[in-house]
Nanobody, 126 residues
Framework: QVQLVESGGASVQAGGSLRLSCVAS????????VGWFRQAPGKEREGVAA???????SYSQFLKDRFTISRDNAKNSLFLQMRNLKPDDTATYYC????????????????????WGQGTQVAVST
């Protein structure tokens, strides 16, 4: 079955960087759109970034200057490089996958994705 396993979450100070990873199994990773979402306590899950099978990307307009999504199809892996982290970035970060393509004119949305990982926690302190 489809599995998505995130890692790389940690507690960091504001201004620091983190690289999240997601390893996928149970489907043909290279054919799928994959993405990152996050959910802070008491808030709705929001789209961070996503990348299609052809490499096209979409980002949250609020995060695209600090976050970079990438994928390594040979390793069935998805990555999120986060720079200049802020306390507002504190959240659980989720990896997601879907066989459909993206709407590239907007940030990824929860309804766009069928499969989800369990999440990895990121805490940013001042």
């Amino acid at each position: 079955q489809v599995q998505l396993v995130e890692s790389g979450g940690a507690s960091v100070q504001a201004g620091g960087s983190l690289r999240l990873s997601c390893v996928a199994s149970g489907f043909t990773f290279s054919h799928y759109t994959v993405g990152w979402f996050r959910q802070a306590p008491g808030k709705e899950r929001e789209g961070v970034a996503a990348i299609q099978s052809d490499g096209a990307t979409s980002y949250s307009q609020f995060l695209k200057d600090r976050f970079t999504i990438s994928r390594d199809n040979a390793k069935n892996s998805l990555f999120l490089q986060m720079r200049n982290l802020k306390p507002d970035d504190t959240a659980t970060y989720y990896c997601a996958a879907d066989p459909r393509g993206l709407r590239l004119d907007r940030a990824p949305q929860v309804a766009d994705f069928l499969h989800w990982g369990q999440g990895t926690q990121v805490a940013v302190s001042t």
